[in-house]
């Protein structure tokens, strides 16, 4: 599996902007998307946003114009940009690989808590 590594997360004030990092331990590019999940307290995990390997970009409805999913292969890195943050965004953020193997996404990250305060 490939060893994901998030780091970005913290306490914002609604109207916020913070940006969430993935580190991963092999080339981004040798998956077939790399994604960014959270889950709030009492609900299922949700898909925030996705990149596959082509630059397709693909997010919930509820981060749509807020949130944007970037890449860095020289790095290995994939990031979350978030601003006009939300309390309702607040959630552990989770990042995540499909490799060219899997049918899901199948690698994850400890996962980094993000808190909007109202």
């Known amino acids: 599996q490939v060893q994901l590594v998030e780091s970005g997360g913290g306490l914002v004030q609604a109207g916020g902007s913070l940006r969430l990092s993935c580190a991963a331990s092999?080339?981004?590019?040798?998956?077939?998307?790399m994604g960014w999940y959270r889950q709030a307290p009492g609900k299922q995990r949700e898909l925030v946003a996705e990149?596959?390997?082509?630059?397709?970009?693909n997010y919930a409805d509820s981060v749509k114009g807020r949130f944007t999913i970037s890449r860095d292969g020289a790095k290995n890195t994939v990031y979350l940009q978030m601003i006009s943050l939300k309390p309702e965004d607040t959630a552990v953020y989770y990042c995540?690989?499909?490799?060219?193997?899997?049918?899901?996404?199948?690698?994850w990250g400890q996962g980094t808590q993000v808190t909007v305060s109202s």
């Open positions: 990149i596959t390997s082509g630059g397709s970009e």
């Open positions: 092999e080339s981004i590019f040798s998956m077939n998307a």
């Open positions: 995540a690989a499909r490799t060219k193997s899997d049918l899901v996404f199948a690698s």
